[in-house]
């Protein structure tokens, strides 16, 4: 998007390296619910919008449940 360059945005994108399920992926799976996807994109592009105009750092703070999904998810790739 016009604007972004040499303002960080990629530093700014929170990133994932999800499971390897090589060998253990569901052959011919659906897609991704219309809705979702629309929804999705709807959500993110409106994020990405408002933390290119923030001046300064942005902390993401969790609230106590998003907190607690957090460490059940390390707990279980943990095990």
Same mark, same amino acid.
């Given at each position: 998007? #016009?604007?972004? $360059?040499? &303002?960080?945005? =990629?530093?700014?994108?929170?990133?994932? =390296? #999800?499971?390897?399920?090589?060998? &253990?992926?569901? +052959?011919?799976?659906?897609? +991704?619910?219309?809705? +979702?996807? &629309?929804?999705?994109?709807? *959500?993110? $592009?409106?994020?990405?919008?408002?933390?290119? *105009?923030?001046?300064?750092?942005?902390?993401? &703070?969790?609230?106590?449940? $998003?907190? *607690?999904? +957090?460490?059940?998810?390390?707990?279980?790739?943990? =095990?």
């Amino acid at each position: 998007m #016009p604007g972004f $360059a040499g &303002r960080g945005l =990629l530093a700014r994108i929170l990133y994932s =390296l #999800p499971e390897n399920t090589v060998g &253990r992926r569901r +052959v011919g799976a659906p897609a +991704v619910p219309a809705l +979702v996807d &629309r929804t999705y994109t709807s *959500h993110l $592009a409106r994020l990405v919008v408002t933390l290119a *105009h923030q001046p300064e750092l942005l902390r993401l &703070r969790l609230n106590e449940e $998003a907190n *607690h999904r +957090v460490l059940d998810l390390e707990r279980t790739l943990e =095990l």
